[in-house]
């Protein structure tokens, strides 16, 4: 790493370090031990919801780093504690989803053999029209189905 790169580092972690200590807003909830505090530490900083009071004298680092808080207001969601609980949507049986991967690899199958017999069709079609082509064996003229005499060299073929 060059000295540039490392100053860069350097100031970022910086910066950093001093933003996490300037506020500590829902990364306190991490340090709780139970689950339920953790949810309804969480939810205080959910979207809609009122900000955590703060001291007069830090009002005016937090008025600073307003802008960062609301830009990434948007990512914070309020995570469900025991009280709200809702309950998971019932999976489907494994036979109702296996059949429906059966007739999903059917439909499919059947779309492969279709695609396959149209390319053979096409192939053959092709083959079947150079054939019909015929060529004079004196000069190598192509010469339509039906003619008799070469348009080139004038012999029958």
């Not at 830009?71 to 309020?78: G, S």
């Not at 054939?131 to 189905?145: D, E, H, L, Y």
Request: proline share 7%; hydrophobic share 45%.
């Amino acid at each position: 790493m060059t000295s540039h790169t490392c100053l860069r580092w350097l100031l970022a972690c910086s910066v950093a370090a001093s933003i996490e200590t300037a506020y500590a807003g829902p990364e306190e909830c991490l340090t709780l031990k139970d689950n339920i505090s953790v949810a309804g530490c969480a939810n205080k900083y959910a979207p809609g919801t009122a900000a955590p009071a703060a001291p007069a004298a830090r009002r005016q680092t937090q008025a600073a780093h307003q802008p960062i808080q609301s830009a990434e207001q948007w990512l914070l969601f309020p995570v469900p504690t025991a009280s709200t609980h809702v309950a998971a949507p019932s999976r489907e049986p494994p036979d109702v989803v296996a059949a429906r991967d059966r007739s999903e690899l059917i439909r499919r199958a059947e779309v492969g053999a279709i695609g396959l017999a149209a390319m053979g069709l096409v192939f053959g079609v092709w083959r079947w029209r150079a054939s019909m082509i015929k060529t004079c064996s004196f000069c190598g003229t192509r010469i339509a189905p039906g003619a008799a005499v070469c348009k080139r060299c004038f012999r029958s073929v």
